[in-house]
């Protein structure tokens, strides 16, 4: 039998140098002591095997603990291994999610069924959910606090009901408190009630040693114990303990980390909110903020620039949040300035056909072909461009119905549509004129744009044509909102700004510093009226009935022989 194991993909390489504001690790590095202490390592300590036990006294006596109480860890991921290990092998626990992956991934090594236990409404912290999950048949709880990527802390009373009720049930309790330090304080005084009590910490976040790889799980004396049994006697090297050591005696290094961490967490908060992004409280050297439809773009644009942050929208409740580290004020600076800059980047809206998508062999052939069906006589691109100039015909069934009365012919709107449908679609084995159509955009081009800028479609095509378009041209992903058909009321489509207005209001955009780009006197019209530059694009295979000057004299301020000349708009 297979099985799928949950993996957890690791920093690989290429972070050194950047702004890395990925991993909460502590951006202003490590305390000097603990270089100074790496540099004079003895010959011996790095050829002798490593020894625990002094490191482990002075840690027990940082931590208020026995040294028995004290299980040293290859970082709080071994510590983490450990508990789920003993306690949740091929049993169920209890997860609040969302939360650090890791416990995921260690209990799908370990064959632990997780019970998930969602966070609460705006993040909070989920106590009631989580008492109800507390039965006799589960034999773990973890709870992050403060948890990461949420920055939510529960409170001292919340984390004493939950260890209550799972005492009631025979059920351990492990706390991941890696951040505690930022929080202000720990739940280690709980060990002397608590025989069901493990805690985590770590050194890789306050103390910046992560590169070390040094961490600890407290326990009361008989589960120290037992989790020592399975843990390897030599899982931390000699020269991790030394650097242990040199930072449990300076002491400063973490108070001011601390004491500036906050401070940045203030303004980095403060400023987030005033662009208008959401950002959660947070009690860890991280913020959990959602940049709705701007996630991507702010992401990637970070990460051209040198800033890391992490992309947290995959975890469950936070779609479109990314977790960013809090540095020094210089690296927050840093960060919310060219946050700034992503945000206020202009918007650039684009019509769909004749611009992004060439339909002279589709639409225009199931306009002329709809026509030449029901009135028997030709119908030329001239004729049809000839009706797409005035204005109010922006759907091409409304341009079918107008070619058909020209001739004489009456015929009701559905059968139009209906006869225009199968020809653009296909019907009966017959392949339609969509398969006709012919993607404008080079992709580098587009990518290029769309990692900078905002990029959305208004169009007056049904959704669903829309969308078969982006399908087929792979050019989904790179749209931040489509506005089609169905989007707008009836008597609502262009020249109506309505659909540009709508677009500009889903991406956050600004109408004075965007674009729309339409081939059409519908589409410039409208984007006068929505208050956006209108740009004028002459289409592939129309012909070129002074369509330029008409577009000019309805307000386009630039006219382009083809959507990948968009950027000299920016000139
Ligand atoms: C970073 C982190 C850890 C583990 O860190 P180590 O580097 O393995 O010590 C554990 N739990 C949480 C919640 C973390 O964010």
Redesign the pocket.
Same mark, same amino acid.
């Given at each position: 039998m297979t099985k799928t194991l949950q993996v957890y993909s690791g920093p690989g390489s290429g972070r050194l140098g950047k702004l890395r504001l990925d991993f909460?690790e502590n951006t202003r590095g490590c305390s000097t002591k603990v270089l100074d202490a790496l540099r004079s390592a003895s010959a011996e300590s790095v050829s002798a095997y490593p020894e625990q036990d002094e490191f482990r006294k002075n840690l027990a006596r940082y931590l208020r603990l026995k040294p028995t109480q004290v299980l040293l860890t290859n @970082?709080?991921?071994e510590a983490?291994r450990l508990v789920l290990g003993e306690y949740a092998r091929g049993k169920k626990m209890i997860l609040p999610e969302p939360t650090?992956s890791?416990f995921r991934v260690y209990a799908s090594a370990t064959g632990a069924r997780v019970q998930r236990v969602l966070y609460a409404n705006d993040l909070l912290f989920p106590e009631q959910a989580i008492l109800n999950a507390i039965t006799p048949g589960v034999s773990l709880v973890a709870v992050?606090n403060p948890n990461?990527p949420t920055g939510t802390l529960a409170s001292r009373r919340q984390i004493t009901r939950i260890l209550d009720k799972a005492l009631e049930c025979g059920c351990f309790v492990v706390l991941?408190e890696?951040?505690s330090q930022f929080a202000g304080r720990n739940s280690v005084s709980l060990l002397g009630k608590y025989p069901n009590l493990s805690i985590?910490f770590?050194?890789?976040?306050a103390f910046g040693l992560?590169g070390l790889?040094l @961490?600890c799980v407290v326990s009361s004396e008989r589960v120290t114990r037992m989790l020592s049994e399975k843990s390897d006697p030599y899982n931390i090297s000699s020269l991790s303990l030394i650097a242990g050591e040199a930072a449990l005696q300076d002491v400063d290094f973490v108070r001011t980390t601390v004491k500036e961490t906050k401070e940045n967490v203030r303004l980095v908060s403060r400023e987030l909110e005033l662009l208008g992004v959401r950002v959660f409280p947070s009690a860890a050297n991280f913020v959990l903020a959602n940049f709705g439809s701007s996630a991507k773009r702010v992401f990637e644009t970070l990460r051209r620039r040198g800033i890391l942050v992490r992309d947290v929208s995959s975890y469950p409740m936070l779609e479109d949040c990314l977790r960013i580290t809090i540095g020094t004020k210089d690296q927050c600076l840093q960060l919310l300035r060219e946050v700034k800059r992503v945000l206020s980047a202009p918007a650039f809206l684009f019509d769909m056909d004749g611009v992004l998508v060439d339909v002279s062999k589709s639409y225009r052939q199931a306009i002329a072909k709809t026509a030449e069906f029901f009135t028997g006589a030709s119908v030329s691109p001239i004729d049809i461009q000839a009706v797409k100039e005035k204005t109010g015909f922006n759907d091409d069934w409304a341009v079918t119905s107008e070619l058909i009365k020209n001739r004489g012919v009456a015929v009701s709107r559905t059968l139009v549509v209906k006869k225009f449908q199968e020809l653009y679609l296909g019907s009966g084995g017959c392949k339609g004129f969509c398969e006709q159509e012919r993607w404008l955009f080079d992709s580098n081009l587009l990518q290029r744009l769309s990692s900078e800028f905002r990029l959305g479609i208004v169009t007056g095509r049904p959704r669903q044509e829309a969308f078969a378009a982006l399908e087929r041209f792979k050019a989904k992903y790179f749209f931040d909102c489509v506005v089609s058909l169905e989007d707008c009321p009836a008597g609502k489509g262009k020249p109506d700004p309505y659909g540009i207005n709508l677009a500009l209001e889903r991406m956050g955009a600004i109408a004075s510093a965007s674009f729309y780009f339409g081939d059409s006197v519908d589409d410039v019209s409208a984007a006068v009226s929505a208050g956006v530059r209108a740009v004028g694009i002459l289409p592939p295979g129309v012909p070129p009935v002074a369509l330029e000057n008409r577009l000019r004299s309805k307000g386009a301020t630039n006219i382009l022989q083809s959507v990948n000349e968009v950027l000299e708009v920016l000139a």
């Open positions: 909460n @970082g709080g991921d983490i650090y890791m992050v990461n991941d890696v951040y985590i770590s050194f890789s976040k992560a790889r @961490g």
